[in-house]
């Protein structure tokens, strides 16, 4: 079964600081890609970040980094300079090629970005 | 581009009453749409996929019966909620594929349900 971990309930973090969001999954599937969603207060869904898992280079989008470690199953995302409209509900999924485009979610992390 | 829009945004009913939520695509064909429940501070759960001219895959537990989908057209699927009880009352979320994508999903804005 394919599972998503992401182990940290809550975290805040200073404005312009970094901090680091932890995610785990398990799946036996070669062909997977892996995301990071942001859902602010207003709850839209918003995608941060994709990573291909066939590929070694970790995703970066702006301030947003994935530190993809394969071998370990493990999905980070680091957040450099962080603003006040980063706070927000953060959610690490998974998704295995060709099973029909379905998304499993991790539990999520209540992100606030403190002034 | 990209965006998917849902109506209603809230809505609020007696129990007993069905309620439809729509779930469009504004500026892109899906052939597959996908929908979910979400409880205050917890994850998305999701209930079924719709795919365009056939019926509903529903996931383990969720009751076909007592949420209808619809997926009627390249651009829209709808979700009712029949004979709504309180237990219903949630948030729910439709996303679609980005065809011929099959692996970036865009979420609507979401509805609000109250029942009652």
């Known amino acids: 079964a394919q599972t998503v971990t992401q182990s940290q309930p809550e975290m805040s973090v200073q404005e312009a600081e970094t901090v680091t969001l932890s995610c785990t999954y398990d799946t036996s599937e070669n062909n997977y890609y892996l995301f990071w969603y942001k859902q602010p207060p207003s709850r839209q869904m918003i995608l941060v970040i994709r990573?291909?898992?066939?590929?070694?280079q970790n995703a970066t989008e702006n301030r947003f980094s994935v530190n993809f470690q394969k071998a370990a199953k493990s999905f980070s995302l680091k957040i450099s300079d962080s603003q006040l409209g980063d706070t927000a509900m953060y959610f690490c999924?998974?998704?295995?090629?060709?099973?029909?485009?379905?998304?499993?979610f991790g539990q999520g992390t209540e992100l606030s970005v403190k002034p | 581009g990209a965006v998917v829009s849902q109506h209603p945004s809230w809505v609020i009913c007696k129990s007993g009453t069905s309620v439809k939520i729509e779930c469009r695509s504004l500026?892109?064909?899906?052939?597959?749409m996908f929908w979910y429940r979400q409880f205050p501070k917890q994850s998305l759960m999701l209930m079924a996929t719709?795919?365009?001219?056939?019926?509903?895959?529903?996931e383990q537990g969720v009751e076909k019966d007592k949420f209808l989908i619809n997926h009627a057209s390249l651009t829209l699927s709808t979700l009712t909620v029949t004979s709504a009880h309180p237990e219903d009352s949630s948030f729910y979320i439709c996303?679609?594929?980005?065809?011929?994508?099959?692996?970036?999903?865009?979420f609507g804005p979401g509805t609000r349900l109250t029942v009652l």
């Open positions: 500026d892109f064909q899906a052939t597959t």
């Open positions: 996303s679609a594929l980005l065809a011929p994508s099959t692996d970036t999903q865009y």
């Open positions: 990573q291909e898992a066939y590929k070694q």
């Open positions: 719709s795919n365009e001219g056939s019926k509903a895959t529903y």
């Open positions: 999924a998974s998704l295995i090629y060709n099973q029909g485009g379905k998304l499993i």
